[in-house]
């Protein structure tokens, strides 16, 4: 049986709490990298729920990432008539804006080159896939907001192209593209 003494005591002791410190400090670097993704998201997506933008970076979602999966249902819906109006392209570039997305950033750069050239349809399905897998690991009010903040742009974007006196600026090909984004948003 070994002696034990007050050295050896401290030794262990002073083990055991470097050991709790290393962990403890890995957490709070892991809380700190996640507080700065989140805010980023809020930044660059307009993602108001500070909740949801944590729970995203939680789930290391990149801000880049994110950028384009809120741009590419706009385009999307804009494409639906297989052009895109000037005011369609106006709204797209204004809720980019609005979400804090600056001139100079890729994902402007990103969005300029979808409303002059139209996407591969792999995109869109792609954007779904990535959509609904994004849904599934979030609380269900952070998915309602998330569905509600896009829906909300993408009906922007549908009734930017105008119609007459504001009746069937909606096109059915738009409401059907629309359906789709719903149903990748919902789980």
Same mark, same amino acid.
């Given at each position: 049986?070994?002696?034990?003494?007050?050295?050896?005591?401290?030794?262990?002791?002073?083990?055991?709490?470097?050991?709790?410190?290393?962990?403890?400090?890995?957490?709070?670097?892991?809380?700190?990298?996640?507080?700065?993704?989140?805010?980023?998201?809020?930044?660059?997506?307009?993602?108001?729920?500070?909740?949801?933008?944590?729970?995203?970076?939680?789930?290391?979602?990149?801000?880049? *990432? %994110?950028? !384009?999966?809120?741009?590419?249902?706009?385009? #999307? $819906? /804009?494409? @639906?008539?297989?052009?895109?109006?000037?005011?369609?392209?106006?709204?797209?570039?204004?809720?980019?804006?609005?979400?804090?997305?600056?001139?100079?950033?890729?994902?402007?750069?990103?969005?300029?080159?979808?409303?002059?050239?139209?996407?591969?349809?792999?995109?869109?399905?792609?954007?779904?896939?990535?959509?609904?897998?994004?849904?599934?690991?979030?609380?269900?009010?952070?998915?309602? *907001? %998330?569905? !509600?903040?896009?829906?909300?742009?993408?009906? #922007? $974007? /549908?009734? @930017?192209?105008?119609?007459?006196?504001?009746?069937?600026?909606?096109?059915?090909?738009?409401?059907?593209?629309?359906?789709?984004?719903?149903?990748?948003?919902?789980?």
């Amino acid at each position: 049986m070994s002696q034990s003494t007050p050295q050896k005591w401290f030794q262990l002791e002073e083990q055991f709490f470097k050991g709790v410190d290393r962990h403890l400090m890995q957490k709070l670097k892991n809380e700190m990298e996640t507080a700065k993704t989140a805010e980023e998201i809020i930044r660059v997506t307009g993602i108001n729920n500070p909740h949801l933008a944590e729970e995203m970076a939680k789930l290391h979602v990149t801000v880049e *990432t %994110l950028a !384009a999966f809120r741009l590419a249902p706009l385009v #999307a $819906v /804009a494409w @639906a008539d297989d052009r895109i109006e000037e005011n369609e392209r106006y709204t797209i570039t204004k809720a980019a804006e609005e979400s804090g997305i600056a001139a100079d950033e890729p994902a402007m750069a990103l969005l300029e080159t979808w409303t002059k050239q139209r996407p591969s349809d792999e995109l869109f399905d792609a954007w779904c896939e990535y959509a609904a897998a994004l849904s599934s690991s979030l609380a269900e009010a952070h998915r309602a *907001t %998330l569905r !509600a903040e896009i829906v909300e742009q993408v009906h #922007a $974007v /549908a009734e @930017a192209s105008g119609g007459f006196l504001g009746f069937g600026s909606v096109s059915p090909s738009e409401k059907a593209m629309i359906k789709r984004i719903e149903a990748a948003l919902t789980v």
